[in-house]
């Protein structure tokens, strides 16, 4: 007995004078300030003598307790005893809990009139909910969120190890201490008063089950999971997962029904009625990739999408497709047919930061008229608007042709006149030197807080109104991603009558599918680029002309940097196609760039992006940076042709392309290579030939192969 109660008190706080202090705890709590928990329960936060000093304790009272709920409590434990119980065998087995002080309960015959559960006090404390959603709402950050998911599976990991079923694990119930750099540590499970106790760790099932109160959206559980396993999570255990998710959603959807007056409170307060912030609007940025990560996975996102996306995209479709259809064919058919001078058509997207600006500018090949890309955006606020404004002219002073693209986040299309003030300063800050403005990004990835297509057209609004203002700025748009056309389309549509962009732009990833003439249908690179621009040409929404904004591939070996390990990658996790290897990567983008600008579809390309780990020229991460084959690839052939003039195609049959030359100096210039199993054969004369890099080859090719090959001073054009 302790005082006047039944219960006990851990050997790890167990003294006289502690209790002394714990008999007598009603007189201490009976008017300590207190916070109401659940099932009229209160917590008090005290702090109680023991042996050499003072213990910090959170202390559960529980209601009294009498009539048919005390007989069910007296069979089968108070929910503190339970609590107790189940704590002592996480703390006992070094799973993560606050450390449990004591359990004590009065009982009078058939009624508890008493009782208490008590630990240790963490301070500071918070929770997974409370962290979760400042993180959603005002610091969305992926790899803070990460960090927060890596913390606490392990904890939840470790509880079932100790052979502890939760069964009420919700957000609110694991807590968490800042670590004071910004991060947490020390997580703890709580409300245990419901937990089951198993004589060895539970099976798959019995856990997926367990987790099925957590709250995270789709993706993000997903993430939560292989962190759990450090892997892919069994069969048994995502089917039971699902199952609970399921059960759960019907609880949570009938809590109206079971508790109208509650509910009702809940409703009428704002702060308890939204936790978390709404589906759509959750908006999470990734810094390794350069790009938001999708929250949700792909079913959840298909069943948000406004119906109205899809009758608008049938609609724009419908009515542009005769247009479309003639203009594809004559574009198709012309591609490579016509002399074309190059210079300008390749540029070099960069993204100007504080921490290595001058490193990364130093990289940029000095080229006058080199174009180049620089990123604004909305969601990294002025001090990046700024800072990216100057780096800007600042290559424009040197001789750089310099554009800016205006990304927009959720907040953009939530608040537009946020978005509208960005646009302002922007063009402020840039119109008088900007060659190029695009307007928004990848708007037809809801990724990117796009969510109807209505939408892009209240981006648009307030650029609508600063063009006339910046008469030598042109503006591109929409800037649509992947083989996505009547998406392009819809967008295009609704934009505000009476303004048109001076170019069509588009990320074309050619849907990553490795070489850059691999097909989707019959539409491979060339295919799709003579689409995009015959919808240029019969949208009447700008003028005729293509510009590719962002395009690359993604690097192998590169983790949670490239845009397919984005935002976590399992210990073990193979991630093959669509990443390539350095050298596949050189290949695909000299093949990709001469055809885009050879075939005369194109206006420019930007490829994405001068330095970036998983996806750039240079690695950034190295020390120093480190030029791939891709960055010595794409300075030869600015050295050798970004001044040339492409002739035409010489006839090398199906399979292979080989582009004819004529650089200022007046050399004549091919080059050639096959996409097909073996390689293609070619009939050429020429003094030397030579790789991407410039390095002499040993001999003369017989076949044209994958790797470009560039042949010099070429004698005789090949019919």
């Given at each position: 007995?302790?005082?006047?109660?039944?219960?006990?008190?851990?050997?790890?706080?167990?003294?006289?004078?502690?209790?002394?202090?714990?008999?007598?705890?009603?007189?201490?709590?009976?008017?300590?300030?207190?916070?109401?928990?659940h099932?009229g329960?209160?917590?008090?936060?005290?702090?109680?003598?023991?042996?050499?000093?003072?213990?910090?304790?959170?202390?559960?009272?529980?209601?009294p307790?009498?009539?048919?709920?005390?007989?069910?409590?007296?069979?089968?434990?108070?929910?503190?005893?339970?609590?107790?119980?189940?704590?002592?065998?996480?703390?006992?087995?070094?799973?993560?809990t606050?450390?449990?002080?004591?359990?004590?309960?009065?009982?009078?015959?058939?009624?508890?009139?008493?009782?208490?559960?008590?630990?240790?006090?963490?301070?500071?404390?918070?929770?997974?909910?409370?962290?979760?959603?400042?993180?959603?709402?005002?610091?969305?950050?992926?790899?803070?969120?990460?960090?927060?998911?890596?913390?606490?599976?392990?904890?939840?990991?470790?509880?079932h190890?100790?052979?502890?079923?939760?069964?009420d694990?919700?957000?609110?119930?694991?807590?968490?201490?800042?670590?004071?750099?910004g991060?947490?540590?020390?997580?703890?499970?709580?409300?245990?008063?419901?937990?089951?106790?198993?004589?060895?760790?539970?099976?798959?099932?019995?856990?997926?089950?367990?987790?099925?109160?957590?709250?995270?959206?789709?993706?993000l559980?997903?993430?939560?999971?292989?962190?759990?396993?450090?892997g892919?999570?069994?069969?048994?255990?995502?089917?039971?997962l699902r199952?609970?998710r399921r059960?759960?959603?019907?609880?949570?959807?009938?809590?109206?029904?079971?508790?109208?007056?509650?509910?009702?409170?809940?409703?009428?307060?704002?702060?308890?009625?939204?936790?978390?912030?709404?589906?759509?609007?959750?908006?999470?940025?990734?810094?390794?990739?350069?790009?938001?990560?999708n929250a949700?996975?792909?079913?959840?996102?298909?069943?948000?999408?406004?119906?109205?996306?899809?009758?608008?995209a049938?609609?724009?479709t419908?009515?542009?497709?005769?247009?479309?259809?003639?203009?594809?064919?004559?574009?198709?058919s012309?591609?490579?047919?016509?002399?074309?001078?190059l210079?300008?058509?390749?540029g070099?997207?960069?993204?100007?930061?504080?921490?290595?600006?001058?490193?990364?500018?130093a990289?940029?090949?000095?080229?006058?008229?080199?174009?180049?890309?620089?990123?604004?955006?909305?969601?990294?606020?002025?001090?990046?608007?700024?800072?990216?404004?100057?780096?800007?002219?600042?290559?424009?002073?040197?001789?750089?042709?310099?554009?800016?693209?205006?990304?927009?986040?959720?907040?953009?299309?939530?608040?537009?006149?946020?978005?509208?003030?960005?646009?302002?300063?922007?063009?402020?800050?840039?119109?008088?030197?900007?060659?190029?403005?695009?307007?928004?990004h990848?708007?037809?990835?809801?990724?990117?807080?796009?969510?109807?297509?209505?939408?892009?057209g209240?981006?648009?609004?307030?650029?609508?109104?600063?063009?006339?203002?910046?008469?030598?700025?042109?503006?591109?748009?929409?800037?649509?991603?992947?083989?996505?056309?009547?998406?392009?389309?819809?967008?295009?549509?609704?934009?505000?009558?009476?303004?048109?962009?001076?170019?069509?732009?588009?990320?074309?990833?050619?849907d990553?599918?490795?070489?850059?003439?691999?097909?989707?249908?019959?539409?491979?690179?060339?295919?799709?680029?003579?689409?995009?621009?015959?919808?240029a040409?019969?949208?009447?929404?700008?003028?005729?002309?293509?510009?590719v904004?962002?395009?690359?591939?993604?690097?192998?070996?590169?983790?949670?940097?490239?845009?397919?390990?984005?935002?976590?990658?399992?210990?073990?996790?193979?991630?093959?196609?669509?990443?390539?290897?350095?050298?596949?990567?050189?290949?695909?983008?000299?093949?990709?760039?001469?055809?885009?600008?050879?075939?005369?579809?194109?206006?420019?390309?930007?490829?994405?992006?001068?330095?970036?780990?998983?996806?750039?020229?240079?690695?950034?991460?190295?020390?120093?940076?480190?030029?791939?084959?891709?960055y010595?690839?794409?300075?030869r052939?600015?050295e050798?042709?970004?001044?040339?003039?492409?002739?035409?195609n010489?006839?090398?049959?199906?399979?292979?392309?080989?582009?004819?030359?004529?650089?200022?100096?007046?050399?004549?210039?091919?080059?050639?290579?096959a996409?097909?199993?073996?390689?293609?054969?070619?009939?050429?004369?020429?003094?030397?030939?030579?790789?991407?890099?410039?390095?002499a080859?040993d001999?003369?090719?017989?076949?044209?192969?994958?790797?470009?090959?560039?042949?010099?001073?070429?004698?005789?054009?090949?019919?």
């Amino acid at each position: 007995m302790i005082g006047p109660y039944a219960g006990a008190v851990a050997p790890a706080f167990d003294d006289a004078e502690l209790r002394e202090w714990l008999g007598a705890i009603r007189a201490h709590t009976a008017n300590a300030p207190s916070a109401v928990a659940h099932a009229g329960s209160r917590i008090v936060a005290l702090d109680a003598p023991r042996a050499g000093g003072v213990v910090p304790l959170l202390i559960r009272v529980g209601a009294p307790l009498a009539g048919i709920a005390a007989w069910g409590m007296k069979w089968k434990g108070t929910s503190e005893a339970r609590a107790w119980r189940a704590a002592r065998r996480l703390s006992d087995r070094g799973a993560p809990t606050p450390a449990p002080v004591a359990w004590l309960e009065r009982w009078e015959g058939g009624r508890c009139p008493e009782r208490y559960f008590i630990t240790r006090r963490i301070e500071p404390v918070t929770t997974m909910r409370d962290a979760l959603r400042h993180l959603l709402e005002h610091d969305p950050d992926c790899g803070r969120i990460i960090a927060l998911l890596e913390t606490i599976a392990p904890a939840v990991r470790a509880m079932h190890e100790a052979g502890v079923l939760h069964r009420d694990l919700g957000n609110q119930n694991i807590l968490l201490s800042p670590d004071g750099a910004g991060g947490w540590r020390d997580p703890a499970i709580i409300d245990l008063s419901r937990a089951r106790l198993l004589d060895a760790p539970p099976d798959a099932a019995s856990r997926g089950r367990d987790l099925g109160r957590l709250w995270l959206p789709t993706d993000l559980l997903r993430v939560f999971c292989e962190m759990y396993f450090a892997g892919r999570p069994p069969p048994a255990f995502a089917k039971a997962l699902r199952a609970a998710r399921r059960r759960y959603a019907v609880h949570a959807w009938s809590r109206a029904i079971r508790h109208p007056i509650r509910e009702a409170r809940v409703r009428r307060d704002p702060a308890r009625r939204q936790v978390y912030p709404p589906p759509r609007e959750i908006w999470i940025w990734d810094e390794k990739s350069a790009q938001p990560i999708n929250a949700w996975a792909s079913r959840e996102r298909n069943r948000m999408h406004p119906f109205s996306n899809h009758l608008r995209a049938a609609r724009a479709t419908l009515a542009h497709l005769p247009g479309i259809l003639r203009s594809y064919s004559a574009l198709r058919s012309g591609a490579f047919l016509q002399p074309l001078a190059l210079r300008g058509a390749w540029g070099i997207a960069v993204e100007p930061r504080p921490e290595s600006w001058e490193i990364e500018r130093a990289w940029i090949p000095a080229i006058p008229g080199l174009p180049v890309l620089i990123r604004l955006y909305h969601h990294k606020g002025p001090t990046q608007w700024t800072f990216a404004a100057d780096a800007g002219r600042r290559l424009h002073e040197s001789g750089h042709r310099v554009s800016f693209a205006l990304c927009q986040d959720r907040r953009a299309v939530r608040d537009p006149a946020s978005w509208a003030a960005m646009c302002e300063q922007a063009a402020g800050a840039i119109g008088d030197f900007a060659e190029w403005i695009e307007v928004g990004h990848a708007v037809n990835r809801v990724k990117w807080g796009i969510w109807n297509m209505r939408d892009y057209g209240a981006l648009v609004a307030p650029i609508a109104r600063l063009a006339p203002r910046y008469p030598a700025v042109r503006w591109m748009g929409p800037a649509g991603i992947d083989f996505e056309y009547p998406k392009v389309l819809s967008a295009l549509s609704a934009m505000p009558e009476g303004f048109r962009f001076h170019a069509l732009s588009h990320h074309l990833y050619v849907d990553r599918r490795g070489a850059p003439e691999n097909p989707q249908a019959v539409f491979a690179t060339i295919e799709k680029l003579a689409l995009a621009r015959a919808m240029a040409r019969a949208s009447q929404r700008c003028e005729d002309r293509l510009i590719v904004s962002e395009v690359n591939w993604p690097l192998l070996d590169t983790g949670v940097y490239s845009p397919v390990g984005s935002p976590y990658t399992h210990p073990g996790q193979a991630l093959g196609a669509p990443n390539v290897s350095e050298d596949v990567y050189a290949r695909y983008m000299i093949r990709y760039l001469l055809q885009a600008a050879c075939s005369g579809l194109v206006e420019r390309v930007y490829w994405w992006r001068l330095a970036a780990h998983g996806f750039g020229l240079v690695d950034e991460r190295a020390t120093p940076w480190r030029p791939r084959p891709a960055y010595r690839a794409w300075g030869r052939l600015l050295e050798l042709l970004g001044d040339a003039v492409f002739e035409r195609n010489a006839s090398t049959g199906e399979g292979a392309y080989l582009h004819l030359f004529r650089r200022p100096d007046g050399e004549r210039m091919a080059v050639g290579y096959a996409w097909i199993p073996g390689g293609a054969p070619f009939d050429l004369r020429c003094a030397r030939a030579e790789d991407m890099e410039g390095r002499a080859l040993d001999r003369m090719p017989d076949r044209l192969g994958d790797a470009p090959v560039y042949f010099r001073s070429v004698d005789a054009a090949p019919s």
